[in-house]
């Protein structure tokens, strides 16, 4: 019965997609939904492309081992992540009126820069899309009691979210997470009750996990531990937000206020409800210890799952089911459509000639999706980290080669192309030497000596004599630039609701 309630809903929501696909007649429709996206609809795909499978799996498993201490990177980073750009990275942006956060680069730095920046974001996804994978085989290997393997899960997964991303691009991803927000927020209360009711009520689950320690949240005194916990916090705080699905929704929206307050919001709202599947995954230990002592060093991502199909009733676990693949949905749909786009964008279409036609460039976007998907999938299949490393890991190629960039091309005045080079050279390099040559528990992280590397590979290399090439930007935009940085604080102007197309800008 589980099962058919999983299909049905799955075929429904399907369905939605695919209507959201009549929207679609260009590539501006396809990668951000022409720029028309509501606050209500943007807070919402804020929300729910976030809320993935490591918020209802990967978390809570991380929770019930290490405590809110094990869990700096996400939710604490994570949305801290989507707040800060809300505040100090979507007006600017937003003013741009760019297609990628590729273009942006190119913009500000230059053809190398952008292609270089472009591959690490491309590469960065295979690790979040291939957790959501990997939970959809988890999700329909458990539902159908062992009939669907967790292979024929992932493909059938991964399959049934392509084509509606393939169809409908942005305006499908945005539609169907304003629906599965409203299902996760409904499905994650609803079962949060019906757990409470087993042990007695919330305040029993926080009191027994505060007497465990769970709640110990700063590191210990001492200097290794402090470094581990900035660089697990910054790595998705600061590692996320040069990401093209973070962009999307900024430039997707109808205003620049919408594009701020949207990602503040949205962010908030996935910090408060991701507290709820750890609720759960803890009050497992009194409903059903022996069950999270027998999991919780073999696959402690099955706890959750586990417990509502051995304990809750029918009903609450449809809701939960609908909720979970509500979560997962949403962020793979989105994380296939963003690197899709920013590689057709930024990569193929420089190669295949700028003269190319609208209506040619959004079958190449397409084509793209269906490769990355066959791409990932098989990443997920052969991926034996946890759900929760796969996504905290996912971030790091980004903090070391493509968030210093960012930053200074908007705040920094005196940044160059030759600086956001030596940014993303020294980034690399200190990263891949240490994870490749280093200790396998190093002193300083990887990722947190990358960024600081790339710092200063940018500081150096901008102040220094420019021999890195003439791709500069003219001197009129670079100005313009970072007058709309320095100026993004103060009024907030209403954008007009008709934008230039693609091809103007």
């Not at 899309?129 to 009691?145: D, E, H, K, P, R």
């Not at 999706?369 to 929760?388: D, G």
């Not at 990358?450 to 901008?462: C, E, K, Q, Y």
């Not at 021999?467 to 100026?487: F, I, K, R, W």
């Amino acid at each position: 019965m589980l099962l058919w309630f999983v299909i049905a809903y799955w075929i429904i929501s399907v369905g939605i997609g695919l209507y959201a696909a009549t929207r679609v007649h260009n590539t501006r429709d396809f990668a951000i939904a022409g720029r028309r996206l509501p606050f209500y609809m943007v807070t919402a795909t804020v929300f729910a492309t976030w809320f993935g499978s490591e918020t209802v799996l990967g978390i809570p498993a991380t929770f019930l081992k290490e405590g809110l201490h094990g869990v700096v990177a996400d939710p604490f980073g994570a949305s801290m992540c989507l707040i800060l750009v809300g505040l100090f990275f979507a007006a600017p942006l937003y003013r741009m009126n760019l297609l990628t956060i590729g273009d942006f680069y190119k913009k500000k730095f230059g053809r190398s820069v952008e292609v270089l920046t472009t591959i690490a974001i491309v590469i960065s996804y295979l690790g979040w899309v291939g957790a959501q994978i990997t939970a959809l085989g988890l999700v329909f290997n458990v539902v159908s009691a062992g009939e669907i393997s967790k292979l024929a899960g992932m493909w059938i997964g991964s399959g049934t979210i392509l084509i509606y991303t393939f169809f409908g691009g942005m305006w499908a991803v945005a539609i169907t997470d304003f629906l599965q927000m409203i299902i996760i927020v409904i499905g994650m209360l609803y079962i949060g009750g019906s757990v409470s009711n087993m042990v007695g009520g919330v305040g029993v689950v926080v009191e027994h996990a505060a007497q465990a320690g769970k709640f110990d949240f700063w590191p210990a005194l001492d200097l290794k531990e402090i470094i581990a916990f900035a660089a697990a916090w910054v790595t998705m705080m600061f590692g996320s937000i040069p990401q093209q699905d973070v962009f999307q929704r900024v430039q997707s929206s109808k205003t620049e206020k919408i594009a701020i307050w949207g990602a503040v919001f949205g962010g908030g709202l996935y910090f408060v409800f991701a507290f709820v599947p750890m609720f759960l995954a803890y009050s497992a230990t009194l409903i059903d210890p022996k069950m999270v002592s027998d999991l919780i060093d073999t696959d402690p991502q099955m706890i959750l799952p586990t417990l509502v199909m051995q304990h809750a009733p029918l009903f609450a676990q449809v809701m939960f089911f609908g909720a979970l693949l509500s979560a997962i949905k949403s962020c793979a749909s989105a994380t296939l459509l963003a690197p899709s786009v920013t590689f057709s964008e930024n990569i193929l279409k420089p190669m295949l000639g700028h003269k190319l036609s609208d209506h040619k460039m959004l079958h190449t976007m397409r084509g793209v999706t269906v490769v990355f998907t066959i791409l990932v999938t098989i990443y997920a299949m052969n991926s034996k980290a946890s759900i929760f490393k796969m996504v905290e890991n996912a971030y790091q190629i980004t903090l070391v080669a493509a968030f210093i960039p960012l930053v200074a091309g908007i705040y920094w005045k005196r940044s160059t192309n030759q600086g956001a080079l030596a940014a993303i050279f020294c980034g690399l390099s200190v990263w891949l030497s240490i994870l490749v040559f280093g200790p396998e528990d190093p002193f300083v992280p990887a990722q947190f000596a990358g960024l600081f590397a790339s710092a200063l590979g940018m500081i150096v290399g901008s102040l220094l004599p420019n021999v890195a090439g003439g791709n500069l930007p003219e001197e009129p935009e670079h100005t313009q630039l970072h007058h709309l940085a320095a100026s993004h604080t103060g009024h907030v102007a209403e954008q007009p609701h008709h934008h230039p197309s693609h091809t103007q800008t």
